[in-house]
């Protein structure tokens, strides 16, 4: 597709991976956009909106970055940018090798690679947690001999509550390797960051509290702290079922939560761009969960921007560029916003019922349905399981949250055992 003349004066961004809706709102910037993509993922809906299409699996950057090399020497782009977990580490090795800015391989790898960001906290002297990475059952014994029970077993590499394993007992100690080792070829490579997920696994002490997330922009170093999201969890493992802004977390906590996240960001070195950064709140004070450098998923920009008026993937796919002004301030609360996911139970989908009346509530924002009569539900164990959401509004939080509620529970999804 030939760029526009008209368009010769607009920033080109190159977007990797993603949502069509991100590539639409970076063309709404008024950006020129370049978008690499897997080929199944891209079709005639992106048209209107994608000046350059590259289309291949981008997680192979030996291939990727010679493509990419030639493609800006003929249309050079401003930037590489993606808002999605698997693009993050190409977009990062993209400006790297095309000279760019932007956020360094260096701190890509550390939000990835659970183990080295621990590591990288130890050293620093923040969020204070013990861990290891382990690859067997002595591993995991000597660990527990070490920090005591219960233990947290999870991937390294991974995110969206997969492969999460809560350790209570000696039983599930002296099991756990295995259980772990027998994830591997439950997922597509699609679904994984890294094809040898399964092969290690990181040991932490389990942090005892409720969990929060923290979502940050940061404008060169300076970090803002748009909002910060209160979670509910569910399921097997640690499913979050529930979102809503602003946060019921006192005052007092909150500001240690932010001293914290930015003490966080500059030790793994995020200075431009949006964080996601998940802290528990312990008897001890705040710990870091994990963090990306990303926007977080689950609907929650779309909860900032109900609760915050702030759309934290324009700011992201705008990082650099000048097409948005910075935010000089955390924003103050306009209304409370909520999320709620269907979780039904296992078996097939027999009847879906009510999702009509929900959508007509004066409090839902957006009700999505992943499911119809013939699919097949899975025991909630990691977030693609969830069979859809309710999004709310309300004055409050608290009100929101008690319209999710109640119109997630009006959405009735029959089940039975599957065969």
């Known amino acids: ?33 370049v978008h690499v993509q ?20 981008y997680a192979d950057t030996h291939r990727l970055l010679p493509l990419v090399r030639a493609l800006h020497a003929a249309y050079p782009v401003r930037a590489a940018v993606s808002l999605f977990e698997l ?21 890509a790898e ?13 050293e620093r002297g923040v969020s204070p947690v013990a861990a290891a990475v382990g690859r067997s059952a002595a591993d995991v014994r000597e660990f527990t001999a070490a920090h005591g029970l219960p233990v947290i077993v ?30 591997d070829g439950e997922w597509t490579a699609r679904d994984l960051s890294d094809a040898g997920s399964f092969e290690e696994f990181l040991m932490e002490e389990y942090l005892e509290g409720p969990e929060i997330s923290v979502e940050t922009l940061s ?11 209160d979670k509910e969890t569910g399921g097997a493992g640690f499913v979050e079922i529930g979102h809503a802004q602003p946060s019921a977390v006192a005052p007092g906590t909150l500001r240690d939560v932010t001293r914290l996240v930015t003490d966080f960001l500059d030790a793994v070195g995020l200075r431009n761009g949006p964080g996601h950064t998940e802290v528990k709140l312990t008897a001890r004070g705040p710990r870091i969960v994990e963090s990306h450098n990303r926007v977080g998923g689950d609907r929650i920009n779309e909860l900032t921007e109900i609760a915050y008026g702030v759309d934290m993937e324009s700011h992201a796919l705008a990082a650099g560029l000048g097409v948005l002004p910075p935010l000089t301030a955390a924003p103050e609360p306009r209304a409370g916003a909520a999320v709620r996911f269907l979780t039904p139970e296992p078996g097939r989908v027999v009847a879906v019922t009510g999702a009509d009346e ?54 009735r999804i029959r089940t039975e055992p599957a065969p």
């Open 1 to 33: 597709m030939d760029i526009p003349r008209s368009a010769a004066a607009r920033p080109r961004v190159l977007v990797v991976g993603g949502r069509l809706a991100q590539v639409r709102k970076a063309r709404a910037l008024g950006l020129d956009v």
């Open 38 to 57: 897997y080929p199944d993922a891209y079709g005639s809906g992106h048209w209107p909106y994608v000046d350059q299409a590259l289309l291949l699996d």
């Open 87 to 107: 693009g993050l580490l190409p977009a990062a090795r993209i400006n790297e090798a095309l000279g760019l800015g932007g956020e360094s391989v260096e701190t």
């Open 110 to 122: 550390l939000l990835l690679d659970k183990g080295r960001m621990r590591r990288r906290l130890a």
């Open 154 to 183: 999870k991937p390294v590499r991974e995110s969206g509550s997969l492969g999460v394993f809560h350790v209570r007992d000696r039983t599930a100690a002296d099991t756990v390797a295995d259980r772990f080792r027998a994830l």
């Open 219 to 229: 404008f060169d170093g300076r970090h803002v702290v748009v909002a910060v999201t």
């Open 358 to 411: 929900a959508r007509a509530d004066p409090a839902c924002v957006e009700l999505r349905l992943g499911v119809r009569p013939g699919t097949v539900v899975s025991p909630l164990t990691w977030n693609e399981d969830k069979a859809g959401h309710v999004l709310t509004r309300g004055a409050t939080a608290a009100e929101a949250v008690a319209h999710a509620r109640r119109l997630a529970a009006a959405v």
